[in-house]
């Protein structure tokens, strides 16, 4: 299926969106073929079983002509895996940027970490602390997305055997080096496609890991980066917003969310 979608869009006279998802597809083709050992048991892989509600985000919001790239790691259980979106909080998915359809479920499901899609009724608080800042400052998405669009690095999230939330630093060296090889080629290709000029890194480990993969390509980007919005970072729960907001200005990208 994969290769049928990415030849179909190959053949076609290419939008920014579409040129993004072709990039999307043949990550996915490259990730079918890494195995993952302990600690990872579960891998769940949004841009399979909710692709139909990724495709809509990326067909709603990639424009082209967007020279921002907010860059996060990977999915989060209760974000991205249900809706994907990234940093996708259910509730600032539908009800802020309107993204609709289907979600299926992972073939394999830790009990604890069901997907249930776009009804899932726990929020994210990343996803929710880093879409509703932007709403205040924007107030509509299109304002954010004239200049913007976010991404994670990585489309996959691991899980172990008890439900826990694992990251790439998490798995073992030589496994996450094949994951992130593929997935900083695919960041490279999809800056060129959009012709962005500032990667925003969400996250010390999106931000270093962004400015390593497009160094080493020679592509010359702005590799940026504000702190994570996680309730697991301290500082984020002593006022995330402030400081992001700080961090934009300091960036010359606040002027451009805010401007009338």
Known sequence: IYEYLIQRIKEANLSPAQRFLQVELELNVHLQQLTFSEPVRYIYKPLEYAWETHRCYVEKYC?????ILF?????GPFGMAQTGVPFGE???VVDWLKITGEVGRPPDEHPKRR????SCIRSEVSGARFWGFFKKLCDEPARFFQHCFVHNLCPLIFM???GKNLTPPDLPIAERKSLLAHCDTALCQAVKALGISMVIGVGRVAE???RRALSEAGIDVRVEGIMHPSPRNPQANKGWEEVVRAKLEELDVLSLLTRA
């Open 63 to 67: 424009r082209g002509g967007q020279s």
């Open 71 to 75: 860059l996060g790691m990977n999915p």
């Open 90 to 92: 259910v509730k600032s």
């Open 115 to 118: 997907i249930t899609g776009l």
């Open 160 to 162: 172990s055997a008890s």
């Open 208 to 210: 270093q890991q962004a």
